[in-house]
Structure formats: C-alpha cells, structure tokens
C-alpha cells in the first residue's frame, strides 16, 4: 500500500512540475520574420513580458515591447498588451506556441488583427 501511495504522490508531483514547464516555454530570445528585431521573454510575477535586445531603432533597446501576457493553456497565452512606440499606442495581443521553435503573435485593434511567426533565437 505505502509503494501504491509513494507512486501516486511522485506522479501527481510529476504533473505539477510539467504543467509550470509548459507555461515557460515562452521564455528566452525571438526574432521576427525579417530578423530585424530580437525580444526576450521573461516572467514577471504571473505574467509574460518582452524586452527588446536589439531593434533597427536602438532607442527602443531595453524597452517593453509587451507586458501583462497571461498563459490560459495549451501554449496560448493571452491579455498582453503590445507597445507600439512609433505610434505611441498600446495594443491587445495574444500568443500561440506552434512549436518549441515558433511563436505566432497577434495583435488586435478594433476588428482588425495582424500575427506574424516568431522564431526562436539560440543562445
């Protein structure tokens, strides 16, 4: 009976660990699809946030790019807000994970969205 329990408590600790790894895989370096620009995804609090490492435009470097994005499940995350510093605007936005590789963000205003594939950036 004790092996029974012991089983139960390392696989139930087992999911646990797998299901806080799922919501991770977000983190680390993405560029866009002409490779112009290069964020970091990193955790702050229960929340997603993207810094900019390296853009065409330097003086966004080190900035915010998106912050507030929530993981929901099955590698979406959503809420996030997209900072468009050209325009001055915030922006909703939402992420998808198609792979460990490839991550398709979205941005929404009004009716109109516009998503792009990211891919991931070796260290």
């Known amino acids: ?3 029974v329990i012991f089983l139960l408590v390392g696989f139930l600790f087992g999911i646990s660990a797998y299901a806080q790894n799922a919501e991770e895989i977000i983190l680390g370096k993405w560029t866009n699809p002409d490779e112009t620009r290069v964020i970091e995804f ?4 229960g929340f997603y946030e993207a810094i900019i490492l390296k ?3 330097t003086s966004f470097e080190g900035r915010k790019q998106i912050t507030h994005l ?5 590698g979406i995350y959503k809420d996030g807000m997209v900072h468009v510093f050209k325009k001055d605007r915030t922006l909703a ?13 979205s941005v929404s205003f009004g009716f109109m969205s516009k998503s792009a594939v ?6």
Request: glycine share 2%; hydrophobic share 30%.
């Open 93 to 105: 936005c939402k992420a998808n994970l198609l792979s460990i590789d490839e991550l398709e963000l």
């Open 118 to 123: 990211w891919t991931r950036v070796e260290n």
């Open 42 to 45: 990193v955790q702050n609090g």
């Open 1 to 3: 009976m004790q092996k």
């Open 70 to 74: 929530k993981y929901h499940k099955n």
């Open 55 to 57: 853009s065409d435009d």
